[in-house]
C-alpha cells in the first residue's frame, strides 16, 4: 500500500503489528531473517557418543537406516516462571511447547506496543499446539513423579486443549480463547480464525499461532522407504532430491487488529493481511493422508477472491513445500491452476519454503512460513532456497510461472505494493491460504519537544538490567524508529513493573550512554534514575 488515503484501505485488512519466535538457530524473527538471508539449514548433527549418551538403544543409532540429525531449539528448558506466576512445580510438570508459546505471546504483544493490559481491549487467542512429547517421554515414565502429582496434574500442564486458555488466564486476556487442531495447518488455520474474530468484532486484538517441540532433542529417527521421512535429514522441496520431509522444532505468534483501527491508533505495521481461506479435501483424493489438487487451488483461489487481488500480484509465494514425492507436485499443480486462469506467463513468481531451513515444524509450520513472508515484505528482499539445486522432474516449473532462487535477491514489482500468498496444509484435508501485502507508508510523526523520558520497568533488578541492554540494542538497530516514538511506546504500551529505570535524553546517542552506564552526556543533559517500588 503506498499511503493511507482512505480509499485504499479494505475493508477486510488485517494489520500485523507484532511478530515472536523461538526456532532454531533463532530466537527472534530479526536473528532468523539474519538466517534466511544466508540460507542456513538449522541442522545439528549428533555423534553416536552423544545418542547413547541421552538414552537411545545401541541397535537403534547403529542401524544403518537411522538418520543422527535434528533441528534443535536452544534453550528449550528455560524459562522465566516466576514472571508468569507459576510455581515451581507447575513448571516443572509445564509442556516445553506451551512454556514458550506463553513467553513468544508476551513478547509478541510487547513488540506490537500492547504490553500495558490498560491499553489492549479485548484480545484473543487462537492457536494450537503439537502432541505433548514431554509428557510421553518425560512425565509419564517417571513413576515417582506421577505417584506425587497425580495423572490429572500431569495432563492438565500438557493437554492440548489447555494452551489457548492458559495463555489468556496468564496474561488476562478477555477475547475469544480457541484452541486450534488441523495437524500441518494449525497455525495458519489460527490466523485465519483470528481474522475472522477480528472483523466480526469479537475482540479488538488477536494473538495467532502455534507450537511444536520434540523432546528429548539428542535424537534423530529412522528412516523408513516410502514413508514421508527425508533419508538424509534434509529437506529439498521441488528439488529433483526431493525424497521426503524432516521434523523442525518451533514456536511462532503474529499480533492481529484490523487495518482501519491500526491505522487509526498510529499502530507500527508490519504487514497486512489483505485475505485468508481454509476448506477441507473432502474424498477428492488417493487417501486420507494424501493432498488435493483441487482442494488446495480452491482454498488459494477463494483466499484471493475474498482478497479482492488477482493471482497475478502475487510475486512471491511461501508454499508448504514438504519436498515429499507427492506432496510438492501436487502443491505446484494446485498453485499452477490457479495462475493460469489469469495469465500464461513464466517465471514471475518466486516460490519458497521454510522446511528448507527449519524443517516441518508441524502445528507451528504455517505461522513460521507467515513470519517468513512478513520479514520478506518489510526488507523486500527474497531469500535463497538452501536445499535448491535442479526442479524436480515431476514438477514443470520451467512452463509454470513459479521458479526457485538459489541467491537473494531484490523483491521486484511491476509498481503495484508487494504480495505473497502462503500455504498451510494439513494432514487429513484443511487446507489454508492467506494474502499478505506490504505494510501501508506511515507519516512521519509530528516534531517532538527537545527532552525525552525513556521509561523502563521489570520485576527484578537483574531483568531490569536485561531489559536497559535490550533497549540499548534495539535504538542502534535500523529498525529503531523516532526516539519520541520509542518513549511513548514505553510509556503507554509496556506494564509497570515494581523495578524501574528513567532515562532523560536528547538524543540517541545520550539515550545509548545512559543505558549502558557510561554517565556524563552533552552538557550533563543525560541523567538515569533507578527506582524500587515497596
Known amino acids: 500500500m503506498d499511503d493511507l488515503e482512505d480509499d485504499k484501505v479494505p475493508a477486510n485488512g488485517i494489520a500485523i503489528l507484532g511478530m515472536a519466535c523461538r526456532v532454531p538457530g533463532a530466537g527472534s524473527p530479526e536473528a532468523l531473517w539474519r538466517n534466511l538471508c544466508a540460507g542456513h539449514e538449522a541442522i545439528t548433527r549428533f555423534s553416536r557418543e552423544e545418542l547413547l549418551a541421552a538414552g537411545h538403544e545401541p541397535a ?7 538418520v543422527p540429525l535434528n533441528r534443535v531449539l536452544d534453550d528449550v528448558a528455560s ?22 508459546f506463553l513467553e513468544c505471546a508476551e513478547e509478541a504483544l510487547e513488540v506490537a506496543g500492547y504490553g500495558a493490559r490498560a491499553q489492549r481491549g479485548a484480545v484473543g487467542v487462537f492457536a494450537g499446539v503439537s502432541t505433548s512429547a514431554y509428557l510421553l517421554h518425560n512425565l509419564l515414565p517417571n513413576a515417582e513423579l506421577l505417584r506425587k502429582h497425580g495423572a490429572f496434574h500431569l495432563f492438565l500442564h500438557n493437554e492440548k486443549d489447555f494452551l489457548a486458555t492458559r495463555v489468556s488466564y496468564k496474561l488476562d486476556l478477555r477475547g475469544p480463547s480457541v484452541n486450534v487442531q488441523t495437524a500441518c495447518s494449525t497455525s495458519l488455520v489460527a490466523v485465519h480464525l483470528a481474522c475472522q474474530a ?4 469479537e475482540c479488538d486484538i488477536a494473538l495467532a499461532g502455534g507450537a511444536s517441540i520434540r523432546v528429548p532433542q539428542i535424537s534423530g529417527y529412522l528412516y523408513q522407504k516410502d514413508m514421508i521421512f527425508s533419508p538424509d535429514g534434509r529437506a529439498c522441496a521441488f528439488d529433483a532430491r526431493a525424497r521426503g520431509t524432516v521434523g523442525g522444532n518451533g514456536v ?22 489483505r485475505g485468508s481461506a481454509i476448506n477441507n479435501d473432502g474424498a477428492s483424493k488417493v487417501g486420507y493422508t494424501a493432498p488435493s489438487v483441487e482442494g488446495q487451488a480452491r482454498a488459494i483461489g477463494e483466499a484471493l477472491a475474498v482478497a479482492g487481488v488477482g493471482a497475478v500480484s502475487i510475486s512471491h509465494v511461501e508454499a508448504h513445500g514438504t519436498a515429499t514425492p507427492l506432496g510438492d507436485p501436487i502443491e505446484v499443480a494446485a498453485l499452477t491452476r490457479v495462475f493460469r486462469a489469469e495469465t500464461d506467463a513464466k517465471r514471475v513468481c518466486t516460490l519458497g519454503a521454510l522446511k528448507n ?8 509450520a504455517g505461522v513460521g512460513g507467515l513470519i517468513k513472508a512478513v520479514l520478506m515484505l518489510k526488507h523486500r528482499m527474497v531469500p535463497p532456497s538452501p536445499a535448491f539445486q535442479a526442479p ?18 531484490a523483491w521486484r ?20 491460504h492467506v494474502i499478505v501485502e506490504e505494510a501501508p507508508v506511515v507519516p512521519p510523526s509530528e516534531p517532538a519537544q527537545a527532552f525525552q523520558l525513556l521509561t523502563l520497568s521489570a520485576r527484578s533488578e537483574g531483568a531490569l538490567t536485561q531489559v536497559a541492554q535490550r533497549l540499548a540494542g534495539h535504538l542502534e538497530g535500523e529498525d529503531a524508529g523516532d526516539l519520541a516514538d520509542v518513549a511513548y511506546t514505553l510509556h503507554v504500551g509496556r506494564e509497570p513493573f515494581a523495578f524501574r529505570r528513567a ?16 554517565g556524563g552526556g552533552a552538557g550533563g543533559a543525560v541523567a538515569a534514575v533507578a527506582a524500587v517500588a515497596a
Not at 537403534?60 to 537411522?66: A, I, M, R, S
Not at 477480528?198 to 468484532?201: D, F, G, I, R, Y
Not at 532515562?503 to 557510561?518: D, M, N, P, T, Y
Open 79 to 100: 524459562f522465566d516462571a516466576g514472571f508468569f506466576g507459576f510455581t515451581p512445580r507447575e513448571a516443572e510438570l509445564l509442556d516445553p511447547q506451551q512454556r514458550l
Open 392 to 409: 524436480n522432474p515431476q514438477i514443470d516449473l520451467a512452463n509454470s510461472p513459479f521458479y526457485v532462487n538459489t541467491a537473494l535477491e
Open 60 to 66: 537403534l543409532v547403529d542401524n544403518p537406516d537411522y
Open 413 to 432: 514489482t511491476d509498481g503495484g505494493p508487494r504480495r505473497a500468498g502462503v500455504s498451510a496444509f494439513g494432514i487429513g484435508g484443511t487446507n489454508a
Open 503 to 518: 532515562v532523560v535524553c536528547q538524543s540517541r546517542e545520550e539515550a545509548l550512554q545512559a543505558l549502558r552506564g557510561e
Open 357 to 364: 531451513n527449519l524443517g516441518h515444524m508441524d502445528a507451528a
Open 198 to 201: 477480528l472483523l466480526e468484532s
Open 252 to 273: 511462532g505468534v503474529v499480533v492481529l487488529k484490523r487495518l482501519d483501527a491500526a491505522i487509526a491508533d498510529r499502530d507500527p505495521i508490519l504487514a497486512v493481511l
